[in-house]
């Protein structure tokens, strides 16, 4: 798995878009960019992946840069329920995951009313 | 109609006691795991099972050890439980090993 490296916090407004980086400048051809964010005392929630192309769906949207060495995970329209840690893990999809993801530490998102 | 579940939620015991935490999905997923949260919200895997391999992390004590009835349970059993096992122990599942994993609520074992 690719190193990711993720601010420690941020703050956002709510009704504003949150919008966390991620750094994996070591990432391999093959390694997908997944999210993942954990709310306060429940089990991780997946929220996105991508390989080159932005993705959307109904949670947010991820913007890879064409050199896949960063992202972005775009919240478009943060609420109070969208504080919590959020997840970067780099990795490949064929058997990837078999060994069980790697999670760091991840950026504190504090959506503030 | 939960997708991953555990039971129980909260488990307090002694030290040296043996206990067990089950773990339900009704995905339809043939790849179930457990993972460990330590006080400094470091989630770790323990262990990846499917039907034809076990993969354990080498760090994790033979005193804990997953155990699956069928490919819906995946259950984790710990024996001679010591205080440094106090932790939340979230299992998850996925098709094939893949990285989109669903997790359960989590389990909160405190060892007095």
């Known amino acids: 798995d690719a190193k990711t490296t993720q601010p420690t916090s941020m703050d956002c407004a709510e009704g504003r878009a949150a919008n966390l980086p991620c750094n994996h400048s070591?990432?391999?051809?093959?390694?997908?960019v997944y999210w993942y964010r954990q709310i306060h005392s429940q089990g991780p929630q997946y929220i996105i992946h991508?390989?080159?192309n932005n993705e959307t769906n109904e949670m947010a949207s991820l913007i890879i840069t064409e050199d896949r060495k960063s992202s972005t995970l775009i919240l478009p329209h943060a609420t109070l329920r969208d504080t919590a840690v959020y997840y970067c893990?780099?990795?490949?999809?064929?058997?990837?995951?078999?060994?069980?993801?790697?999670f760091g530490k991840g950026t504190h998102l504090i959506i503030q009313p | 109609d939960t997708a991953v579940s555990q039971t129980p939620k909260y488990l307090v015991t002694q030290m040296g006691n043996d206990k067990s935490i089950k773990c339900e999905q009704n995905?339809?997923?043939?790849?179930m795991y457990w993972y460990k949260q330590d006080s400094k919200k470091f989630l770790k895997i323990m262990f990846s099972?499917?039907?034809?391999?076990?993969?354990i992390n080498e760090t994790v004590p033979n005193r804990f050890s997953p155990k699956s009835p069928d490919k819906a349970h995946l259950n984790l059993h710990i024996n001679s439980l010591e205080l440094g096992d106090s932790a939340v122990y979230f299992c998850?599942?996925?098709?094939?090993?893949?990285?989109?994993?669903?997790f359960g609520p989590g389990t909160r074992l405190t060892v007095l």
């Open positions: 998850a599942s996925s098709r094939g090993g893949a990285p989109v994993q669903y």
């Open positions: 070591t990432i391999s051809g093959n390694e997908y």
């Open positions: 991508g390989l080159k």
């Open positions: 893990i780099a990795l490949s999809p064929s058997g990837g995951g078999a060994d069980g993801l790697t």
């Open positions: 995905l339809g997923h043939d790849t």
């Open positions: 099972y499917n039907n034809k391999e076990l993969i």
